[in-house]
């Protein structure tokens, strides 16, 4: 494995490793490398994932504006390896992956309902720094998805600006995933000024 990241990956060893390994292996088809990079804090990894794991059993917003507003987030901070996996996980839900592949240019496509963009503008404004998310936003998705998803989607976003903003500093890249089980590329992002990308 070549170290294309600033934290080498490190052999994943032992019993937790190797459950681990199985698991990225029937999920993903491969084991990331980045697992090898977060391998070396086992204890990390396992807090960070278990944070995802729960987050996923939240119902009370839609699974496809969960996968928009992660890849907008994604597309915001400039994680190829987050928009990748968001990618390849939402085409493997069977969720909608022509909208998940124009995700990144949302701005620029018609491929979204007025809804799923004040999603993705939130989920971008989220990502900015310092964050640019304004009352009338907040407002009109309090009005559209009540409080319950919106602190679902809020909480999402950041779980998100966390795992991106980590990889980019780590120097974990897209692993093309997506590629391997043939879907059609992501759009490109276009980066906007003020744009933490």
Excluded at 18 to 29: D, P, V, Y
Excluded at 39 to 48: C, I, K, Y
Excluded at 93 to 105: I, M, S, V
Aim: charged share 20%.
């Amino acid at each position: 494995m070549t170290a294309s990241t600033r934290v080498p990956a490190t052999e994943i060893t032992g019993a937790r490793g190797a459950l681990m390994k199985f698991a990225a292996r029937r999920m993903l088809g491969e084991v990331p490398e980045s697992l090898g990079v977060m391998w070396h804090n086992p204890t990390v990894l396992m807090g960070l994932m278990g944070v995802n794991r729960k987050a996923e059993k939240w119902n009370e917003l839609d699974k496809d504006l969960v996968v928009l507003a992660d890849m907008a987030a994604a597309a915001a901070v400039g994680c190829s390896f987050c928009l990748d996996l968001n990618y390849f996980l939402a085409h493997s839900r069977g969720l909608d992956e022509a909208k998940a592949r124009e995700a990144p240019r949302w701005r620029e496509s018609s491929s979204f309902a007025p809804l799923e963009r004040r999603v993705m503008e939130y989920a971008d404004a989220m990502s900015r720094t310092p964050v640019a998310v304004t009352d009338e936003l907040s407002a009109a998705l309090l009005e559209e998805l009540g409080a319950p998803a919106l602190l679902e989607l809020t909480a999402r976003i950041a779980i998100m600006n966390t795992s991106a903003r980590a990889n980019i500093a780590l120097g974990i890249r897209s692993q093309g995933l997506a590629d391997s089980c043939g879907l059609v590329p992501l759009a490109s992002a276009t980066v906007h000024v003020g744009s933490t990308a």
